[in-house]
């Protein structure tokens, strides 16, 4: 079975701090993605990675970066963590256009 | 540019009850398709997909979903409801790169 595993489960950060989400997968997958999840909103995409240290924008990269160093971690970045930032992040990663998600880490930003 | 619309923000039927929840895309080629399923505090699970051929697919947890390129639909059905269905349901199609858009959202909620 695939699996994708997320650094944290639950976290709570202060406003203006550096925030480091982690996803690992175990499946040697190309793609990898960070999506967050809103009420109402569905999972909106931050980021994408296709390969080792390439990555694209999604729909809301504002406030956010990402690093791809190994072909089996992704890491979200808030660079300075905001209010408007508190939300479930979800990592996935992806094989022939089917994607397999983590548990997702829930951040509260105070 | 791609869009997914899922009508109903929250359905409730009752344990046993068939079941369809409504999904339609916007999207200028022939889509993938995607159902994913969402547990309390849990990721995404994917129940079925949609590449090509056959327009009913058949999915886990007895789930099938059926693509009408006339209607731009890929709505999920399920005869026969059990209390663990009751969870949120995204449907969503595929884009460029692999990246997929999302639905909303429906909140299931079966009762007793």
Not at chain 1, 75 to 99: D, H, R, V, W
Not at chain 2, 40 to 50: A, F, R
Request: glycine share 8%; aromatic share 12%.
């Amino acid at each position: 079975d695939v699996k994708v595993t997320q650094s944290s489960r639950y976290l709570v950060k202060r406003t203006g701090e550096k925030v480091f989400l982690e996803c690992v997968q175990d499946m040697d997958h190309e793609n990898m993605f960070w999506y967050r999840q809103d009420p109402g909103l569905g999972l909106r995409l931050i980021y994408f990675s296709y390969d080792v240290k390439m990555k694209e924008k999604g729909d809301i990269p504002e406030g956010y970066s990402v690093s791809r160093e190994k072909k089996e971690r992704f890491s979200l970045i808030l660079e300075s963590a905001s209010t408007n930032q508190t939300s479930m992040y979800l990592c996935a990663s992806s094989t022939q256009g089917e994607q397999y998600f983590g548990p997702g880490t829930r951040l509260t930003v105070t | 540019a791609q869009s997914v619309t899922q009508p109903d923000i929250h359905i409730t039927v009752s344990e046993g009850a068939s079941l369809e929840l409504r999904c339609n895309y916007s999207y200028g080629a022939t889509p993938y398709l995607f159902w994913y399923v969402q547990s309390p505090g849990q990721g995404l699970q994917l129940l079925l997909k949609y590449f090509s051929g056959d327009t009913l697919v058949q999915g886990i947890k007895g789930f099938e979903a059926e693509f009408k390129r006339s209607q731009s639909s890929f709505n999920l059905r399920k005869p026969s409801v059990h209390w663990s269905d009751a969870a949120e349901y995204f449907c969503a199609v595929g884009r460029n790169g692999n990246k997929l858009v999302f639905g909303a959202g429906t909140i299931l909620r079966v009762k007793s």
